[in-house]
């Protein structure tokens, strides 16, 4: 049933001088359903599919524990739906009840990404991962029909390679009218020389592709083809199960962290890779994992650059280290060995001070950017990439505090609700949550209406200023990317 009276999510928004945006919802896509409309949109290759998808998780559930030890196979998910709330329950899988409940949650706007669909971009066989793209994205946008003004939901687009990306998206913006695509970025490949040394071996062994640098294909068509369309990518990446996230035991284990981990190493590489200063009209967003590891990084950056820019890092090349000096301070302080050593001058070129190099393009990690000054990572860095956040992370504060984060920067944190999933025992608690950082004195109510409000307007209307156009935000929305500076 719903609620009788005023929910105090419904109360706060009513206090509130500003919409509140949730960036990242999720839907729980009804299985049965997807079967039959799966192999009516995509034939026997989605129906296929579909099925393996959906029994791979279970599979491992299946397992003993001994068995995941024995094959080192990490504990997943169990129990991960709402089930005692069975409103909310209801309400993740059922759109149409979600667009009716959409003001007691006090959600003015809702973006809606997967939660089966999560993966079937990263499928490694190409027609079924085609198929099941193709299927989905067709059969989500017959499920969300007709509740744009408040809820849109995001396409997935499989990144194997950079033309069955430009391909999907092509369909998906053009032929089903989405404006929210979800990317992939970790891309599972095959290790070559494993492949062609011990092919029987291969499979087993994996690298992840993190796209923007390094990897085999030039993905610079792709964000050329979302400028086109103006369309702002968002990852929903996750690490879990993999390398140091691998408890056959404990799914928190391999749960905390994990998409932190994942929208760290794509964020940077796609600053490393120069994206951002070749797409400086481009919004990034990584979703669930929050903010506090996006903080972590862009001071990384700053203080990385500050020791290995192309002009630092001449102050440790082993062609300007003085014999002689160093000989004169072994022979005050070290003793006969140490002194012959050096004189030989044994071991002084070893480890990190060889003068081999590695054959690299350029001896500065940060030439594809084209860092003169540390002001630049502020600039390629800050305005382009978005960070969900959920309610319940007090670290979502970190964003905004201009003292702690190098050049008074504020990050672009954005609320992001995670509803459907286990981690909300109740939807109509999320806004209230996340105001607790305003009722705690860590933010402002300024920084509250660019983390509910204005930050996700900004991550998509930047990029697409019609994106708003035809929602219950129209007017407000428009409003605040009037009043956006103008970024390079």
């Given at each position: 049933m719903l609620p009788d009276g005023p929910t105090a999510a419904r109360k706060l928004r009513s206090r509130l001088n500003h919409p509140i945006i949730d960036a990242d919802g999720h839907w729980l896509e009804y299985a049965p359903l997807m079967r039959e409309e799966f192999r009516r949109i995509g034939g026997d290759a989605a129906a296929e599919a579909l099925a393996i998808a959906s029994d791979r998780?279970?599979?491992?559930?299946?397992?003993?524990?001994?068995?995941?030890?024995?094959?080192?196979?990490?504990?997943?998910?169990?129990?991960?739906?709402?089930?005692?709330?069975?409103?909310?329950?209801?309400?993740?899988?059922?759109?149409?009840?979600?667009?009716?409940?959409?003001?007691?949650?006090?959600?003015?706007?809702?973006?809606?990404?997967?939660?089966?669909?999560?993966?079937?971009?990263?499928?490694?066989?190409?027609?079924?991962?085609?198929?099941?793209?193709?299927?989905?994205?067709?059969?989500?946008?017959?499920?969300f029909r007709g509740l744009e003004d408040r809820i849109i939901p995001a396409a997935i687009i499989p990144m194997y390679t950079p033309e069955e990306a430009i391909e999907e998206l092509e369909f998906a913006a053009r032929q089903l009218g989405y404006?929210?695509?979800?990317?992939?970025?970790?891309?599972?490949?095959?290790?070559?020389?494993?492949?062609?040394?011990?092919?029987?071996?291969?499979?087993?062994?994996?690298?992840?592709?993190?796209?923007?640098?390094?990897?085999?294909?030039d993905y610079d068509p792709v964000w050329a083809k979302c400028r086109e369309l103006r369309i702002a990518p968002s990852f929903h990446n996750g690490a879990r199960s993999m390398l140091l996230r691998n408890s056959p035991s404990n799914f928190c284990y391999n749960h905390i962290g994990h998409f932190a981990s994942a929208g760290h190493a794509v964020c940077k590489a796609l600053?490393?890779?120069?994206?951002?200063?070749?797409?400086?009209?481009?919004?990034?967003?990584?979703?669930?994992?929050?903010?506090?590891?996006?903080?972590?990084?862009?001071?990384?950056?700053?203080?990385?650059?500050?020791?290995?820019?192309?002009?630092?890092i001449e102050r440790t090349n082993p062609n300007k280290l003085n014999h002689a000096a160093l000989l004169?301070?072994?022979?005050?302080?070290?003793?006969?060995?140490?002194?012959?050593?050096?004189?030989?001058?044994?071991?002084?070129?070893?480890?990190?001070?060889?003068?081999?190099?590695?054959?690299?393009?350029?001896?500065?990690?940060?030439?594809?950017?084209?860092?003169?000054?540390?002001?630049?990572i502020r600039d390629l860095f800050v305005p382009r990439f978005y960070f969900g956040c959920e309610a319940d992370d007090p670290i979502n504060a970190w964003a905004f505090h201009r003292r702690a984060n190098p050049l008074g920067a504020r990050l672009n944190a954005i609320f992001s609700s995670d509803i459907g999933h286990f981690d909300v025992p109740d939807m109509a608690k999320v806004v209230p949550e996340a105001y607790e950082l305003v009722e705690r004195g860590l933010i402002t109510d300024d920084d509250c209406q660019d983390f509910m409000f204005a930050n996700a307007v900004r991550f998509w209307g930047e990029v697409n200023p019609d994106f708003f156009n035809g929602t219950v935000i129209e007017r407000v929305a428009a409003d605040v990317l009037a009043r956006a500076p103008v970024r390079p």
């Amino acid at each position: 049933m719903l609620p009788d009276g005023p929910t105090a999510a419904r109360k706060l928004r009513s206090r509130l001088n500003h919409p509140i945006i949730d960036a990242d919802g999720h839907w729980l896509e009804y299985a049965p359903l997807m079967r039959e409309e799966f192999r009516r949109i995509g034939g026997d290759a989605a129906a296929e599919a579909l099925a393996i998808a959906s029994d791979r998780i279970p599979s491992s559930l299946r397992m003993s524990l001994a068995e995941r030890r024995r094959r080192r196979v990490g504990q997943e998910a169990f129990w991960g739906s709402p089930s005692e709330n069975v409103l909310d329950r209801a309400t993740a899988m059922l759109p149409r009840l979600l667009y009716e409940r959409l003001d007691d949650l006090g959600i003015d706007f809702c973006v809606v990404y997967p939660t089966a669909g999560l993966g079937y971009h990263r499928m490694p066989d190409t027609r079924l991962r085609r198929a099941i793209c193709r299927a989905y994205n067709v059969f989500t946008a017959d499920q969300f029909r007709g509740l744009e003004d408040r809820i849109i939901p995001a396409a997935i687009i499989p990144m194997y390679t950079p033309e069955e990306a430009i391909e999907e998206l092509e369909f998906a913006a053009r032929q089903l009218g989405y404006k929210v695509m979800m990317v992939g970025g970790l891309m599972r490949r095959p290790v070559p020389a494993l492949a062609e040394e011990h092919p029987a071996a291969s499979k087993f062994v994996e690298w992840c592709d993190v796209i923007g640098i390094d990897s085999d294909s030039d993905y610079d068509p792709v964000w050329a083809k979302c400028r086109e369309l103006r369309i702002a990518p968002s990852f929903h990446n996750g690490a879990r199960s993999m390398l140091l996230r691998n408890s056959p035991s404990n799914f928190c284990y391999n749960h905390i962290g994990h998409f932190a981990s994942a929208g760290h190493a794509v964020c940077k590489a796609l600053f490393f890779g120069g994206v951002t200063r070749r797409f400086p009209d481009l919004n990034f967003a990584f979703l669930e994992g929050g903010v506090g590891w996006g903080c972590m990084l862009y001071a990384d950056l700053v203080g990385h650059w500050e020791k290995r820019n192309r002009q630092a890092i001449e102050r440790t090349n082993p062609n300007k280290l003085n014999h002689a000096a160093l000989l004169q301070f072994a022979q005050k302080y070290g003793g006969e060995a140490v002194v012959e050593a050096v004189r030989r001058g044994e071991g002084l070129e070893g480890d990190s001070n060889s003068r081999l190099t590695g054959g690299i393009e350029d001896l500065d990690d940060y030439f594809r950017c084209k860092i003169e000054r540390k002001e630049d990572i502020r600039d390629l860095f800050v305005p382009r990439f978005y960070f969900g956040c959920e309610a319940d992370d007090p670290i979502n504060a970190w964003a905004f505090h201009r003292r702690a984060n190098p050049l008074g920067a504020r990050l672009n944190a954005i609320f992001s609700s995670d509803i459907g999933h286990f981690d909300v025992p109740d939807m109509a608690k999320v806004v209230p949550e996340a105001y607790e950082l305003v009722e705690r004195g860590l933010i402002t109510d300024d920084d509250c209406q660019d983390f509910m409000f204005a930050n996700a307007v900004r991550f998509w209307g930047e990029v697409n200023p019609d994106f708003f156009n035809g929602t219950v935000i129209e007017r407000v929305a428009a409003d605040v990317l009037a009043r956006a500076p103008v970024r390079p």
